[in-house]
């Protein structure tokens, strides 16, 4: 409605829109402020950028959790799906390259073949949450690389040539393959080839770290969720669900974010001090300690 538009107006030129929008990512969910804010920018999304010889460049974000059991992630990609304008939810034990893609099947009734699309083109414009990402076999991983980044999907099978649109975002969660996270281990801890890690913008670690003071904040909050588990009205958030999911539609449809000289400066130099400090580590250590950044 036009009232609810002039408050989304009033509500962007206010100076704590980011905060407010992070504090009402999962507010359920204790602390976890940084990966708030990338799941925030996830569903908000980017621009897509049209070069000068014709090639396009994604706007969207893809956001790789990973870590112990037990800190919630799963959590973090139903609230993704549950607010996101076109969502789509899947566990990557159950998935398949044809499930998330798409596949060609046969028509029962006029007997021709057909293309079905899978859970990414289904979500075009949306979210494509993974759970139980490292759960997914090897060559089903690799059917998703021209989708994440090139945000289409090509098919040739059964006569039918055709590309179809995967304009979405990836949320994906995974474990460490020691069960919990070693920091004495690396990137050995990730089973994943550096062709779909390099894919996302974002990879979060999610350490279960024992602390007291932190365990009793915890701890209190959950029981607190508990017993005011009758009153749903509350979400705890700054934002109640309904309003933020009205209000990242509104601006997935309305706004087309730029990068300022400043901000593009500030990522340039950041990217080289991330690239070069840790080759300089690396050779003093005498091995491969981090998945080198990559510029996309």
């Not at 980044?149 to 994906?172: D, V």
Request: aromatic letters at 6%; charged letters at 25%; a neutral charge.
């Amino acid at each position: 409605t036009t009232a609810e538009e002039e408050e989304f107006v009033r509500f962007s030129h206010s100076s704590d829109v980011y905060e407010t929008i992070a504090n009402s990512i999962a507010p359920s969910i204790y602390g976890a402020s940084d990966v708030k804010k990338a799941v925030a920018c996830l569903l908000f999304g980017g621009s897509r950028k049209r070069l000068p010889d014709g090639l396009f460049r994604r706007g969207d974000v893809n956001v790789l959790l990973v870590g112990d059991p037990g800190t919630a992630k799963s959590q973090l990609l139903k609230f993704a799906e549950k607010v996101s304008p076109t969502g789509v939810y899947t566990s990557g034990k159950g998935s398949s390259a044809a499930g998330l893609t798409a596949s060609v099947i046969r028509d029962p009734s006029s007997k021709n073949f057909v293309i079905e699309g899978g859970a990414m083109v289904l979500a075009d414009g949306g979210v494509v949450c993974i759970d139980e990402f490292d759960k997914m076999r090897e060559d089903d991983r690799v059917a998703i690389h021209e989708a994440m980044e090139q945000q289409t999907i090509s098919i040739a099978k059964a006569g039918i040539t055709t590309t179809l649109n995967s304009r979405c975002s990836i949320l994906a969660a995974a474990n460490s393959i020691y069960g919990r996270w070693d920091d004495l281990k690396g990137d050995d801890n990730l089973d994943f080839m550096p062709t779909i890690l390099s894919r996302f913008d974002m990879i979060f670690i999610i350490k279960d770290e024992h602390d007291e003071k932190r365990d009793t904040t915890l701890a209190k909050h959950v029981l607190k969720i508990h017993m005011n588990t009758l009153n749903t009205d509350d979400t705890g958030g700054d934002m109640s669900i309904q309003k933020l999911k009205k209000y990242i539609a509104y601006c997935r449809s309305k706004c087309g974010p730029r990068l300022s000289e400043t901000a593009s400066e500030k990522l340039r130099n950041q990217y080289v001090v991330m690239r070069n400090g840790t080759s300089i580590y690396e050779r003093e250590v005498g091995k491969k300690t981090a998945i080198p950044i990559t510029v996309r």
